[in-house]
DNA sequence: GGAATGATGTACT
DNA sequence: GTACATCATTCCG
């Protein structure tokens, strides 16, 4: 986990890519692949929640790395995100997407009906899936939430982020090539 | 105090 | 492609 989200907010964010995200809930076990996450910066980033300092909504992103940043949007969904950086800084990376690979069947149960390619294609539906909430927010990722790294190296596209008004041109969007598992 | 907005997903035309 | 659910936070007066 450490030598995970070593590095700059922008590393982690390519790094994290083929990592696997592991939840063992207490209804089951689900885990899937990393294939696509963005970048969200403490200086020079609009689009990042750090950019007022903290509030008792974004607290966690300002914990040391390796923590869990979750937070609701839209007033009915949620994301999830890998702190990095040092404590206080104040940047993460948001996961995005994730190839399902253990648990299919739980994650179909927690997303209700849903095309496999469907399960964990965008921020809030791999939370869903993935039996994330709330409770995870400010959660060391080393216990029953963990992510393990990935053996061999990959083949990065960069890209804008997605559905943010400020700093959209920033190229701050990482994806797993050719991936079929991708958001959008 | 009140209004607008947002790192989204789903359903419907 | 467009409409809308739904609410905490943010921004303005």
Redesign the pocket.
Same mark, same amino acid.
């Given at each position: 986990m450490n030598a995970l989200v070593a590095g700059s907010t922008t590393q982690v964010a390519r790094r994290l890519l083929g990592a696997v995200l592991v939840h063992e809930a207490p209804d089951g076990c689900t885990s899937g692949r990393v294939v696509e996450t963005?970048a969200?910066l403490s200086k020079g980033d609009e689009?990042? $929640? =750090?950019r007022?300092g903290t509030?008792? !909504?974004?607290a966690s992103?300002f914990l040391a790395a390796g923590h869990a940043?979750v937070?609701? #949007?839209?007033?009915? $969904?949620h994301?999830f995100?890998v702190v990095t950086g040092p404590v206080g800084e104040g940047e993460?990376v948001?996961l995005?997407a994730l190839e399902p690979l253990e648990g299919l069947e739980l994650m179909r149960e927690r997303? @209700? !009906? =849903?095309r496999e390619l469907?399960l964990c294609? @965008?921020?809030?539906?791999?939370?869903?899936a993935m039996g994330i909430g709330p409770q995870h927010d400010g959660a060391q990722l080393d216990g029953r939430l963990r992510l393990d790294l990935r053996a061999s190296r990959v083949e990065v596209d960069v890209g804008p !982020? #997605? @559905?943010?008004?400020?700093g959209a041109a920033l190229p701050l969007r990482f994806r797993l090539r050719g991936s079929v598992w991708c =958001? !959008?």
């Open positions: 963005e969200y689009a990042s $929640h =750090s007022m509030t008792p !909504r974004n992103m940043y937070y609701r #949007i839209y007033g009915m $969904h994301c995100n993460a948001l995005r997303r @209700g !009906r =849903s469907d294609s @965008g921020p809030a539906k791999l939370v869903q !982020r #997605i @559905g943010v008004t400020r =958001s !959008r």
